[in-house]
């Protein structure tokens, strides 16, 4: 069956290193993989797009890999800072021209 | 340009009554998607249209609820006869074509007593 998976709920790393964030997939051809940042009460923001045949892409302090291969995608903010704590989502566009999220990571950057 | 915009932002609701939560999407879009989330879980994909069209309902419980999104007016997400499993938080999202990033709303937050 398709299935997204984020790695662990929860991520707590200290301000100022590179927070990495994994999402693996299985039984999906995506043509692309989208983050999103959602903040508590709030709809989740876009935050970058990275197609299939793209292997990195990055976005100021962001960078997104791809990895058609390996079926991941891997999300990295360097130099971290509290405000950079939130839930993060990893979203594949199907087939069926809808997206479909997966459960998010929670980060926390202690100061 | 005015973001994506539901209403109402909370909804109450006493079992067996009918919730309506709308969705107007951002200027110039024409795709609209509904999710929902459960406290702690992801966006659960509900349906896919476009104007007056329902492109994707595979996400959509096949009784009491239904979608809209007519040529005029906002997108609606109408649950009848809600019960309390139904409370959640509901999204709505747009996107300028089916192939692109989405932009979400604040969402409806609905609650059932």
């Known amino acids: 069956s398709q299935k997204i998976e984020q790695n662990s709920e929860a991520l707590n790393i200290q301000e100022g290193k590179t927070a990495t964030l994994t999402c693996n997939y299985t039984?999906?051809?995506?043509?692309?993989l989208q983050w999103y940042r959602q903040d508590p009460g709030r709809g989740p923001v876009f935050l970058l797009l990275?197609?299939?045949?793209?292997k990195e892409k990055r976005k100021e302090r962001l960078k997104v890999t791809f990895d058609t291969t390996l079926k991941q995608s891997l999300f990295h903010i360097t130099a971290s800072q509290p405000a950079d704590s939130a839930t993060y989502l990893c979203?594949?566009?199907?087939?069926?021209?809808?997206?479909?999220f997966g459960s998010g990571t929670r980060l926390s950057i202690r100061p | 340009n005015a973001g994506v915009m539901q209403n109402p932002r909370h909804l109450v609701r006493r079992r067996g009554q009918e919730a309506r939560l709308r969705c107007s999407p951002m200027?110039?879009?024409?795709?609209v998607y509904w999710y929902r989330q459960l406290p702690e879980e992801g966006l659960k994909f509900m349906v896919y249209?476009?104007?007056?069209?329902?492109?994707?309902e595979s996400g959509m419980p096949k009784e009491r609820f239904s979608a809209e999104f007519p040529k005029e007016g906002p997108s609606i997400l109408r649950i009848q006869q809600v019960v309390r499993g139904d409370s959640a938080a509901y999204f709505c999202?747009?996107?300028?074509?089916?192939?692109?990033?989405?932009?979400f709303g604040p969402g409806t937050r609905l609650t059932v007593l």
């Open positions: 999202a747009s996107s300028p074509d089916g192939d692109n990033e989405q932009f």
């Open positions: 039984n999906y051809s995506p043509a692309y």
């Open positions: 990275i197609r299939e045949n793209e």
């Open positions: 979203a594949l566009y199907s087939s069926a021209s809808k997206i479909i």
């Open positions: 200027k110039g879009h024409s795709h």
């Open positions: 249209l476009q104007k007056e069209n329902i492109i994707d």
